[in-house]
Every structure is written in structure tokens, then in C-alpha cells.
């Protein structure tokens, strides 16, 4: 796939899934929410294996240690992501949200650049003072 077309399709979605969280969580409790949708997501995942020639397992005692501690440490971030964004999308509207959201990701991932790979230019730090600058406006 190319990388443009995957991030406009990955865009649309993270766009879209706030609107529509809000709307299951006004019928949902947050572990109703959380828990269907895993295992939606579970049925799903094994549905669309039938057409990918089945799951790629290997066995789990082939990994690391290391990559086990990582893969606990990610499940319990993308847990934490998804609690703290419905509490959210629960209290304030998805537009705030998403939008504080985005400019806190923004700041973050031009600091994370900059320190991982030098990559600060004044054109970067100009971007991400725009994006900032458009967020607060738009409140």
C-alpha cells in the first residue's frame, strides 16, 4: 500500500471513530464499550485470517524477554489510550478532544524527532507552531 494512501485511510478513521464512540458510549458504559469491541475486533481479526491464509502464530516461548516486557508495556499504554479517550469523548465533544489531542501528539512527536534523529530545522518548528496556533483558534 502506499504511504500517502495509508495515511489518508488511517486519518479518515482516527477522524471518524470519536464521532461515533460518542454516540455508543451515550447507550455503553466505558467496560461494555471496551470489552465488545475487543472481541469484535477478536472475531473480526480471525474472520479476515480465512482470507490472508490464516494467522501467522509462532510459538511464545520463541520471543525474547525483552520483546514480552515491551508487547506488556504496549498493551497497557493502548489500555490506558482507550480508557482515557472515552472518559473523555464521555465529558467533552470529540472535536475538542481530538484537537487538544493533536496538538499535544504534534509538540510531542516534533520533540521526539528532534532528540532521536536531529532533525530540528526552523521549517518543522514553523509547522508545528501553525497547527498549534490553528487549534487554539479554532476553540
Do not use: W
Not at 17 to 37: A, H, S, V
Amino acid at each position: 500500500m502506499n504511504i500517502y494512501i495509508g495515511c489518508l485511510i488511517v486519518g479518515v478513521i482516527f477522524a471518524i471513530t470519536p464521532i461515533i464512540k460518542r454516540q455508543i458510549m451515550k447507550d455503553f458504559t466505558k467496560d461494555e464499550f471496551t470489552l465488545y469491541n475487543t472481541l469484535l475486533f477478536i472475531l473480526i481479526m480471525f474472520i479476515m485470517s480465512g482470507f490472508r491464509n490464516g494467522l501467522e502464530l509462532k510459538s511464545f516461548k520463541t520471543h525474547k524477554y525483552t520483546t514480552c516486557g515491551l508487547l506488556l508495556i504496549s498493551a497497557i499504554l493502548g489500555f490506558s489510550y482507550v480508557n482515557i479517550l472515552n472518559d473523555m469523548l464521555k465529558d467533552y465533544s470529540p472535536d475538542n478532544v481530538m484537537l487538544n489531542i493533536k496538538a499535544v501528539e504534534t509538540i510531542l512527536l516534533f520533540i521526539f524527532a528532534c532528540i532521536l534523529s536531529s532533525g530540528f530545522t526552523y521549517k518543522k518548528l514553523g509547522g508545528v507552531c501553525l497547527i498549534l496556533i490553528g487549534s487554539y483558534l479554532y476553540q
